[in-house]
């Protein structure tokens, strides 16, 4: 693991921009070949009317829901919006049910086709669910289209050790294909830089979650400002240093939700709900692993368009 770069004893965040050069030089950045496992754009695009999706019954993948400590200090309140173009929802049908699940952003990226989310969200998908991406989702609406996902990466480490023993990895690249008229969804709805080692302490993030819930209960994505600290795990099973948020009401479903900071091009993502817990037992705190230069990485390997990370078969 890279050391991370220093500015005055503090760790720098790292953009993935200032990586730009170092990829192209490498890579060559050459178009990544088409392997879909969604539906056709077309398809995806008809079936998702306003009814299916207010209707999609979603799934519940945050930590377990306890009480919240009576100790703490009062979390920041979160309160419904009609979400940013740049993150949005996951919905899937395997034929004989539908659903929507976790949260995802769109990455800043050379083929502008890249969402960032948790990786518990995605490291068991059943093979019978088509998978699509819907940004800025709210109240039924599809206001930007839909994207079908292609590829997913996930890091092996997460793979290998569980959604706990592998917490410190838990965030997902998915690449996604373009919507019905041929669009590429960064050119439709814009996408933000991903920094790794952001360091621990900042006083004002940005956390927007998608509730699992049905559209009766939570029509809208949530938003909540609070600052993060660093939280070191007390639980053996999963072990490791993460970010950690008070936000009220950021029940189970909003995995996958981004942490935004601000930077010189509008918002910078430093998390996303998982990590500890896969994001923590109580709708107030919210979790996410530390990005470091795996999660460069694995950026990277989405932009190049390798093969993704799988489960190892036994031997």
Same mark, same amino acid.
């Given at each position: 693991?890279?050391?991370?770069?220093?500015?005055?004893?503090?760790?720098?965040?790292? !953009?993935?921009?200032?990586? *730009?050069?170092?990829?192209?030089?490498?890579?060559? &950045?050459?178009?990544? !070949?088409?392997?879909?496992?969604?539906?056709?754009?077309?398809?995806?695009?008809?079936?998702?009317?306003?009814? =299916?999706?207010?209707?999609?019954?979603?799934?519940?993948?945050?930590?377990?829901?306890?009480? =919240?400590?009576?100790?703490?200090?009062?979390?920041?309140?979160?309160?419904? *919006?009609?979400?940013?173009?740049?993150?949005?929802?996951?919905?899937?049908?395997?034929?004989?049910?539908?659903? =929507?699940?976790?949260?995802?952003?769109?990455?800043?990226?050379?083929?502008?086709?890249?969402?960032?989310?948790?990786?518990?969200?995605?490291?068991?998908?059943?093979?019978?669910?088509?998978?699509?991406?819907?940004?800025?989702?709210?109240?039924?609406?599809?206001?930007?289209?839909?994207?079908?996902?292609?590829?997913?990466?996930?890091?092996?480490?997460?793979?290998?050790?569980?959604?706990?023993?592998?917490?410190?990895?838990?965030?997902?690249?998915?690449?996604?294909?373009?919507?019905?008229?041929?669009?590429?969804?960064?050119?439709?709805?814009?996408?933000?830089?991903?920094?790794?080692?952001?360091?621990?302490?900042?006083?004002?993030?940005?956390?927007?979650?998608?509730?699992?819930?049905?559209?009766?209960?939570?029509?809208? !994505?949530?938003?909540?400002?609070?600052?993060?600290?660093?939280?070191?795990?007390?639980?053996?099973?999963?072990?490791?240093?993460?970010?950690?948020?008070?936000?009220?009401?950021?029940?189970?479903?909003?995995?996958?939700?981004?942490?935004? &900071?601000?930077?010189?091009?509008?918002?910078?993502?430093?998390?996303?709900?998982?990590?500890?817990?896969?994001?923590?037992?109580?709708?107030?705190?919210?979790?996410?692993?530390?990005?470091?230069?795996?999660?460069?990485?694995?950026?990277?390997?989405?932009?190049?368009?390798?093969? !993704?990370?799988?489960?190892?078969?036994?031997?």
């Amino acid at each position: 693991m890279g050391r991370p770069l220093a500015a005055r004893g503090r760790p720098a965040p790292v !953009p993935l921009a200032a990586l *730009f050069v170092l990829v192209l030089a490498l890579l060559a &950045v050459p178009a990544p !070949p088409a392997h879909a496992v969604g539906d056709p754009a077309s398809d995806v695009d008809a079936y998702w009317t306003a009814h =299916r999706m207010e209707a999609a019954e979603p799934v519940v993948d945050k930590g377990a829901l306890g009480p =919240r400590a009576t100790t703490a200090p009062p979390a920041p309140p979160s309160h419904p *919006f009609q979400g940013l173009p740049q993150v949005g929802t996951f919905f899937w049908t395997d034929g004989t049910n539908t659903g =929507r699940f976790c949260g995802g952003t769109v990455l800043r990226s050379p083929h502008r086709d890249l969402v960032l989310t948790a990786g518990h969200c995605l490291r068991s998908p059943d093979p019978k669910k088509y998978l699509s991406f819907v940004p800025q989702y709210h109240d039924g609406q599809k206001p930007h289209g839909i994207y079908p996902v292609e590829r997913i990466y996930l890091d092996q480490h997460y793979y290998d050790l569980g959604t706990d023993g592998g917490a410190r990895w838990d965030y997902a690249v998915v690449r996604v294909g373009p919507r019905e008229d041929g669009a590429r969804v960064q050119r439709v709805t814009g996408g933000f830089d991903l920094f790794a080692y952001p360091g621990y302490d900042h006083p004002r993030v940005r956390l927007v979650g998608y509730p699992g819930s049905d559209d009766a209960h939570y029509p809208e !994505p949530l938003d909540c400002s609070s600052s993060t600290h660093r939280y070191t795990s007390t639980d053996p099973a999963a072990p490791g240093d993460f970010l950690e948020i008070p936000c009220a009401g950021y029940v189970g479903g909003t995995s996958g939700g981004p942490f935004l &900071v601000r930077d010189s091009h509008g918002y910078a993502v430093i998390g996303v709900i998982g990590g500890y817990h896969t994001g923590g037992d109580t709708p107030d705190i919210s979790y996410s692993s530390y990005f470091t230069v795996d999660t460069l990485l694995l950026y990277l390997h989405a932009v190049h368009g390798d093969t !993704p990370a799988a489960p190892r078969t036994a031997a």
